[in-house]
């Protein structure tokens, strides 16, 4: 059985005010950089208003820079300070995944600035707890490594395609096109056998990346 590790359970968020500044902490899961630049892109869309929107996150890596080993796994983190002073806001959140032990997982600290400035150290202790409070209100999990895999079929086949991913028990999206697309979540112990199921009851017409 492949290892597991900890992330969190899902989205949340938390919020709380320093001498007139508010601070809201979101996070959530993401399997892959891309997914956990989606989900800042997706908050600081939400709140375009706010004076900062400052990230954080601890992901599988592919090939990127700043990787250290997670459970066997090259992790990406990364976080910046949005325009806060430097050092005052990115890596005090991401020492909080850190410390917490958290993989395949995004934070976002949004603020509003409340006209008082809180220095530094009052910056880091801010951004710190607003991860923290986000993390405690989405739950931390132990997880299993997933694997997404893209698998496309003709319309004849859809149904039998549907039906073995159903009676897997995993998560997955379909889009019906021209083809039938479907964007399936799998537990890396059971990629194969799904493979070879699907190709086996479509004779092989099943495309999967």
């Known amino acids: 059985m492949t290892d597991t590790y900890r992330t969190v359970a ?18 959530a899961p993401a399997d892959t950089v891309e997914a956990a630049e989606e989900f800042v892109d997706a908050v600081r869309e ?16 592919g ?8 459970d066997g796994v090259l992790l990406r983190e990364y976080s910046s300070d949005d325009g806060e002073p430097t050092g005052s806001a990115g890596k005090p959140a991401l020492n909080v995944l850190e410390q917490r032990d958290v993989r ?22 801010a951004y710190s707890q607003a991860v923290k409070d986000g993390v405690d209100a989405a739950g931390i999990v132990e997880e299993v490594p997933h694997e997404h895999l893209a698998i496309t079929v003709e319309y004849d086949d859809s149904g ?7 009676s ?4 997955f999206d379909a889009e019906y096109d021209a083809d039938v697309s479907f964007s ?19 004779s092989g017409r099943v495309e999967i990346e």
């Open 10 to 27: 899902e989205r949340a968020s938390a919020s709380f005010e320093v001498q007139g500044s508010e601070f809201i902490g979101h996070v």
């Open 46 to 61: 939400e709140y375009a208003d706010a004076t900062h929107a400052v990230p954080a996150y601890r992901v599988p890596a």
């Open 63 to 70: 090939e990127a820079s700043n990787q250290r080993p997670g």
């Open 104 to 125: 395949n997982v995004v934070a976002v600290v949004v603020r509003y600035y409340g006209g008082t400035n809180l220095g530094v150290g009052g910056l880091a202790s």
């Open 160 to 166: 039998t395609v549907r039906g073995i991913i159903e």
């Open 168 to 171: 897997a028990g995993v998560e």
């Open 184 to 202: 399936v979540r799998v537990p890396v112990d059971e990629v194969d056998e799904l493979r070879e199921r699907l190709r086996s009851a479509t």
